[in-house]
């Protein structure tokens, strides 16, 4: 009879879309099934999950889906432009699917000593899928040198996306640099999630004293500009620290800034929370606080902590970027996209060589794919809600 009630016709219509077939189905669906028969009707936000997805999977598999690895270079290529990809040759026979660039030769300047690279047709480099090339350790377990894309010949100057200033392939390193700037989005975001959860948490159930101790410090942590806070911060990393350790530094810098507003969202759902039925039942039952908030609060609110955390991602990619970009964040040789677009600060860079540039698309698309897959997940939290 609950179910019955808290599930009325018009929602039946409204959520599982044209898959459901009967009213039935809605009143004995659980909280995630109505989570998800709303989301998969948000177009926008499912094909953003894709996309995170695929970024995700890049980022997992980053030396299969490069050509190079990121540290190869080239002198011969430097500031090499993109090609153009040539998808037929004409034969004697007529036209053949060849996948395939021209080459190049190159002049340079005496006075300037810019280099110029015009095209050549009467060399050809053909580009395949699954090719073999450098040898690769995959999580440091496997040996393999097998390439989703790259030249068919080994040893081809094939760089899709043009060369920087040292010769190296700018798709290989962007994609390279997926790995850390996504991976410091979702672990910064796990941190924060843990610091927002229990601060939260705690400040919504106790109330009083605590509660506005934690509000405070919220207050003031807000208040304060980001930049720099965070310029602060990371000029007490020391420069002799090795790349890992800067890594993991950044990452702690930025949850111990970033967990502010979900703190708040979970103390005001706390609030509401805490004199519900089952807290009261519990609390009687002698369940110990840190239990009744961790294991019987915090799960009832998990969908709304979801589209928070999901929403919080991009502004961690963003801030990583910023302050890489900035020089006091992650510096070479790790490879993350704010480092990539230090190649791109001055207007020389942007004028003769534009393709630098790349990495910033990627984190375009990195941020708007989460911010849509947050929306369709915040506006799904709420499946009752039509």
Known sequence: MTGAARHSPQDAH???SGDVQSESRIVVANQWQLIWWKFRKHRLAMIAGAVTLFLYTVALFAEFFAPYAAGTYSARHTYLPPPTIQLFQSTETGWRFYPHIYGFTVSVDPDSFKRTYVVDQDTIYPIGLFVRGEEYQLWGLFTLDVHLIGA?????????FGADRLGRDVLSRTIHGTRVSMSVGLVGVGLSL??????GGISGYYGGAIDNLIQRAIE???SLPTIPLWMGLSAAIPLTWPPLRVYFAITVLLSLIGWTSLAREVRGRFLSLKTE????????DGVREMQIILRHMAPSM???IIASVTLAIPGMILAETALSFLGIGLR???VSWGVLLQEAQNVRSIATAPWLLFPGVAVAVAVLAMNFLGDGLRDAADPYQT
């Open 194 to 199: 843990l610091l927002g959860v229990i601060l």
């Open 302 to 304: 998990t969908s709304h």
């Open 152 to 160: 068919a010949n080994h040893g081809d100057p094939v760089y899709l």
């Open 277 to 284: 039925d089952f807290v009261i039942a519990a609390r009687l």
């Open 14 to 16: 409204s959520l599982p």
């Open 332 to 334: 070479p040789p790790v």
């Open 220 to 222: 003031i942590l807000r």
